[in-house]
């Protein structure tokens, strides 16, 4: 190494414009781990692998230039330096919001970049500059090649004993990283662990290595991988409440997809106030469910809908709606197709987004009223687009078309305004903002009090237009608004010293709301999932689903299990909240030592997360015959 960098005396101290570059880039990445991400380091070990695994990977892609001609060098060094920079801040950008790290798949999304405009620059800060500031060094000492800095050439020997180092260094890094966390290579879904072992950059190689594995299994995929599947489902299949299995026949279903809606605002205030009024009083006439969980990855609204209407779990890397678009599935709407229905979806923003054109046309929706069917201009615009009370409003006339073919429909609506960075214009807030740290928070009030205002003159509307009495009506939260980046202020918002693990899943719950014509209101407790919807959905409409691959239970069934789980592996059961490798009770909150009393529910967790992700990667719903899928 002496001989490799050329280390001497201050009086003579020289260095190549290779190992500046790593150095600077590695103390660079150190500094955003401990800055910029939140990677839980329990002990002195953990420290030293967090410590060493940027090295590896950047060695060796700087190594490369060892083989260029010395001209050539300082070039790919500054590039590379430059693409480097752009993943690791991309990343930072990614976590700030998300509170999670870009996989490949998700790169498949950037076409979505142009719609983010307004979530984008609320994430960046005016030291974000920092994330290049080795970028006009690494160029200063390429062009002034001051005496301290050697452009030299490389013999085999040289190139040899580097290229060894690497290796050790990698093998040491997994070693240490193996002890700490064994089998973890097999743990694909838990992107902090990864980054933590094995460092940002390791775990990018390593994201494009099971990208590629992905690719493969669809072309390697045969009907014989089901026969485990279905016999898994229809072991787990629990039958309908015989009072509620088609107790709303040919009626039509209105679906609301409420934006960042979490439970917590739901019955609570704000500063004194009410923050959802009309919600609280709906949900008196409505089943309500209060311990219901979305279970959203990468895809967030895209993913809500994608279990919604298939009742399977989404991907841990990059969103269905993206990846496996033109998959064959047997969506509700495909499924109300052949019973009669008009389906649509309505959304006001580009068909295109979020890849919703060629997904819509998978999954069966015969209409998408897209930005092109509303009347959208600058007056009743913020933040993402039309303005959710112009959105319900407009769509009134839609709903009409759909009735008057004389059959019932199903539409689901996505609503917007309630959508980070929360804007909302003077005009429209009805409620103060909220006084914390957090931006974000702060604003977030607002903009679901403005929803549920914009829901409930919605409501009003169907009232008035004969709607309302021959419809189901059901709504849920398709994901939260406020990530575990703004823990400090939900802690002072909900009274707590901190946001512990356990009370992070638990924010995770989202309101799901039935509302049935002629029905009391009830609250139902039972733990629930966004998977649990469909089945729920068919039964009430008097359709069997024993034959339908599907890992959701109807919410109605007197003999449900409460399970429910996160698209990281995270689960709740009635008494059991697991997370983190950790067990808490579900009521209390306390942590349970012993975790031998969930092993059942870990494997069930893991088996129905691969079974789902078989069926996806593997498109396997297209071997089974499609006749079936009518029944």
């Not at 690791?88 to 870009?102: A, I, K, P, Q, S």
Request: hydrophobic share 40%; charged share 20%.
């Amino acid at each position: 190494m002496k001989k490799f960098f050329k280390w001497e005396k201050l009086s003579g101290r020289s260095i190549s414009l290779t190992a500046a570059a790593i150095l600077m880039l590695w103390i660079k990445t150190y500094i955003t781990y401990k800055t910029s991400f939140d990677l839980d380091i329990e002990n002195g070990m953990q420290e030293l692998i967090l410590f060493i695994n940027p090295l590896c990977f950047l060695m060796l892609i700087f190594g490369i230039g060892l083989f260029l001609k010395d001209k050539r060098r300082p070039k790919f060094i500054i590039i590379t330096a430059f693409l480097i920079s752009v993943v690791l801040y991309g990343n930072v950008m990614y976590y700030r919001e998300f509170t999670d790290f870009l996989t490949i798949a998700l790169l498949f999304q950037a076409s979505n970049l142009g719609d983010l405009g307004g979530s984008i620059l609320s994430l960046l800060t005016p030291f974000d500059f920092l994330f290049f500031i080795d970028l006009p060094i690494l160029i200063w000492l390429a062009k002034k090649k001051p005496s301290f800095v050697v452009n030299k050439s490389y013999t085999k020997t040289n190139r040899r004993v580097y290229f060894l180092l690497i290796i050790a260094i990698g093998f040491f890094n997994l070693g240490l990283a193996e002890t700490e966390r064994p089998q973890l290579l097999t743990r694909t879904f838990d992107r902090e662990m990864l980054v933590k072992y094995i460092g940002t950059y390791n775990y990018h190689i390593y994201d494009i290595f099971l990208q590629s594995k992905s690719s493969a299994q669809r072309a390697l995929a045969d009907g014989s991988e089901l026969t485990d599947i279905e016999n898994y489902v229809r072991a787990n299949h629990k039958e309908a409440d015989s009072e509620m299995f088609g107790i709303a026949k040919d009626k039509n279903v209105i679906l609301i997809s409420l934006e960042s809606m979490q439970n917590f605002v739901i019955n609570n205030t704000m500063n004194g106030e009410e923050i959802t009024p009309f919600l609280n009083q709906f949900i008196k006439e409505s089943y309500y469910f209060d311990n219901f969980y979305h279970q959203t990855g990468q895809g967030k609204t895209s993913d809500s809908e994608f279990i919604v209407e298939n009742s399977l779990y989404p991907l841990s890397r990059g969103a269905v709606f993206f990846t496996h678009a033109t998959n064959e599935y047997t969506a509700t709407p495909e499924i109300l197709n052949g019973a009669g229905y008009e389906t649509a979806s309505l959304h006001a923003n580009n068909k295109s987004f979020w890849n919703r054109d060629v997904m819509y046309d998978s999954i069966g929706y015969q209409t998408f009223y897209d930005i092109d069917s509303f009347d959208v201009n600058e007056e009743n615009s913020v933040g993402w687009g039309l303005k959710d009370k112009d959105f319900f409003s407009q769509s009134i006339a839609h709903l009409k078309e759909m009735k008057a073919t004389g059959n019932p429909f199903y539409a689901k609506f996505i609503t917007l305004t309630n959508h980070h960075p929360f804007t909302l214009g003077e005009e429209d807030a009805t409620i103060g903002k909220y006084d914390s740290n957090s931006k974000t928070l702060n604003n977030y009030f607002q903009t679901v009090r403005y929803m549920d205002e914009a829901v409930g003159d919605f409501i009003n509307q169907l009232k008035e237009e004969g709607l309302y009495e021959d419809s189901i009506i059901i709504m849920y939260g398709d994901h939260y608004g406020i990530s575990e980046n703004h823990n400090a202020a939900m802690a002072q918002y909900l009274g707590k010293e901190e946001i512990t693990a356990y009370d992070s899943t638990q924010l995770q719950r989202v309101p799901l709301i039935i509302h049935i014509p002629g029905h009391e209101g009830k609250t139902i407790s039972d733990v629930s999932g966004q998977i649990d919807i469909k089945p729920t959905i068919l039964h009430l409409l008097g359709i069997d689903t024993k034959d339908q691959i599907m890992f959701g239970s109807d919410l109605f069934s007197k003999d449900n299990t409460e399970f429910t789980v996160l698209r990281d592996g995270s689960f709740i059961t009635k008494d059991y909240v697991y997370t983190n490798e950790t067990l808490y009770n579900r009521v209390t909150g306390e942590i349970i030592e012993d975790q031998s009393v969930i092993e059942p529910y870990k494997e069930k967790a893991q088996l129905e997360l691969g079974y789902s992700d078989k069926i996806i990667y593997g498109d396997l719903l297209r071997f089974i015959d499609s006749d079936q899928t009518n029944k």
